[in-house]
């Protein structure tokens, strides 16, 4: 099992930039691929980004292409969601994810296994 916590959001004018860091607990931190979604009041949780278990895979919504950039670091058991260029668009609750299996672009949320309990980004226009 691992247990996942995100930090890192907060409120931001449109144009700025934050960073996001999801911290896992537990010892098998490096078998899991990871992913990024965002949940906005009325919608459906959407995929945000991914990457592979060694990290040298990434994979982006086309919305956030571009502007966003996920990384992970194994020997800190943490991964990022870098922000740039925000949006009034990108306000949403942000979740950090965990799955078993590699493939780097999985964008469906039941493949996940794992997940944190979300940091809200609000990027004022």
């Known amino acids: 099992q691992v247990q996942l916590v995100e930090s890192g959001g907060g409120l931001v004018q449109a144009g700025g930039s934050l960073r996001l860091s999801c911290a896992a607990s537990g010892r098998a931190f490096s078998t899991y691929a990871m992913g990024w979604f965002r949940q906005a009041p009325g919608k459906e949780r959407e995929f945000v980004a991914s990457?592979?278990?060694?990290?040298?895979?990434?994979a982006y919504a086309d919305s956030v292409a571009g502007r966003f950039t996920v990384s992970r670091d194994n020997a800190k058991n943490t991964v990022y969601l870098q922000m740039n260029s925000l949006k009034p668009e990108d306000t949403a609750v942000y979740y950090c994810a965990a799955r078993n299996s590699n493939p780097t672009r999985v964008t469906n949320d039941l493949e996940y296994d794992h997940w944190g309990q979300g940091t809200q980004v609000t990027v004022s226009s």
């Open positions: 990457i592979n278990r060694s990290g040298g895979s990434r």
